[in-house]
């Protein structure tokens, strides 16, 4: 929907079912054991764009609503599952003639669900806000980015509305610096860094759980972080990309583990455009968690997809994890998904997408291996107007 030149409106929505046969993730040898349901998911969704040669702006608004059939084999309603989300995005964009920006974004939503990440939100109905705002100011030059560099600050806020789960509020406060210098038309090297400061302003008490539920809380005591990494990200064709980056991070936690080691990533990227892409890769990241101090997290990825002719898009993700929670509760998790899909244009504003995802993860929590598995299949249709 067209509103002028350089501005536009894009109505869309996604309607589909979720077939799921262990809804809550549980182990397998759980006492009930998993529950499979039918899952209804509605995505209405609104974005507004502006594209000038100096102003860019992009907007736009999810309602996201998640609704259990109770059509599996358990006796009790998952109707107490039902997830509803609102999500919103702004980036803005402000270019100057001698090449300089000043760039800001928000990601902000709200989450009424009990299928989250963590297990105090997977099983136990919860809301939550995620805001996730940052603004840069740089220097981009060149056809291929030639010189491309930038400062910046971060602020990322977890905050959970129901004031008795106040203790896992969390603050994070970031500054970032990247700098990109391509030498050759499209080859070049990167150098990123950040240094930042994790906070939870609302400790728990724990005079109102019993001694055996305060090793399930987070500590309430944050970090100083810094962190750095920099390298190759050339083509070596005209279509297949390297990237080798590698680097060092410190996080200096109040209490318990701290983590000084190395970071990075790298792989080989394939880009045919529009036609198709694909990538193989690896990296090596560390962040903070709410029920631990940190995690360090390994993952080896692979990503490709195509478009045939420009009606049907194949794709398939898999990704292997080996993830080592580290401080208050310290435990590891070997984690593999495996999700194909593929999307077919059934008419110029209308098309489906048929999905099957595979979960597996084995977890050491509690001093002994426990396996969870889950296959999914998701049927939707999009709508765009």
């Known amino acids: 929907m067209r509103v002028s030149a350089s501005s536009v409106f894009i109505p869309s929505a996604s309607v589909g079912l979720r077939y799921d046969d262990n809804i809550l993730f549980v182990p397998e040898d759980d006492p009930v054991g998993p529950q499979s349901d039918l899952m209804l998911l509605a995505v209405p969704a609104l974005r507004f764009k502006i594209n000038k040669p100096n102003i860019k702006l992009n907007t736009g608004y999810e309602l996201r609503t998640l609704t259990y059939m109770d059509v599996g084999d358990s006796e009790e309603s998952h109707s107490k599952y039902n997830a509803i989300g609102h999500a919103g995005d702004l980036a803005l964009v402000v270019q ?7 760039e800001l974004e928000n990601a ?11 297990w105090y939100q997977r099983y136990y ?5 995620h805001a996730d705002s940052q603004v840069k100011l740089g220097v981009k030059r060149g056809p291929y980015r030639n010189l491309y560099t930038y400062i910046g600050y971060q602020n990322i806020w977890d905050y959970k509305p129901e004031r008795d789960l106040s203790f896992f509020d969390r603050i994070q406060h970031r500054g970032l610096l990247e700098f990109n210098f ?12 950040m240094v930042g400061q994790v906070s939870y302003p609302n400790p728990a008490d724990l005079s109102r759980f019993s001694p055996d539920q305060w090793g399930q809380l987070p500590s309430g005591y944050g970090a100083f ?18 990237k080798l ?5 410190v996080w200096d936690y109040e209490r318990s583990d701290d983590y000084q080691g190395f970071i990075g990533e790298g792989g080989l990227f394939l880009d045919f455009e529009q036609r198709g892409q694909a990538s193989l890769g690896y990296r090596r990241v560390v962040d903070d968690r709410i029920m631990t101090n940190y995690r360090l997290s390994d993952v080896v990825y692979l990503d490709a997809w195509a478009l045939i002719a420009r009606r049907v898009k194949p794709r398939l ?3 292997y994890h080996i993830r080592s929670y580290r401080g208050i509760n310290s435990y590891g998790e070997n984690f593999l998904t495996v999700e194909p899909s593929v999307w077919v ?5 209308f098309s489906s997408k048929l999905t099957y995802s595979y979960e597996g993860m084995v977890s050491s929590a509690g001093g002994a291996d426990v396996a969870r598995t889950r296959n999914a299949v998701a049927l939707e249709l999009l709508f765009s107007f």
């Open 125 to 129: 109905p919860t809301s939550q806000v």
């Open 96 to 102: 100057t003639n001698p090449g300089f920006f000043v």
């Open 182 to 193: 391509r030498f050759l038309p499209r080859s070049g090297f990167v150098v990123k860094g």
């Open 345 to 349: 244009k059934l008419t110029r504003r």
């Open 108 to 118: 902000t939503e709200y989450r009424k669900s009990t299928w989250e990440e963590e």
């Open 225 to 242: 972080f810094y962190q750095g990494v920099g390298g190759l990200d050339s083509y070596l064709t005209s279509v297949l990309r390297i």
């Open 245 to 249: 980056l590698g680097g060092y991070a």
């Open 317 to 319: 993700y898999a990704a």
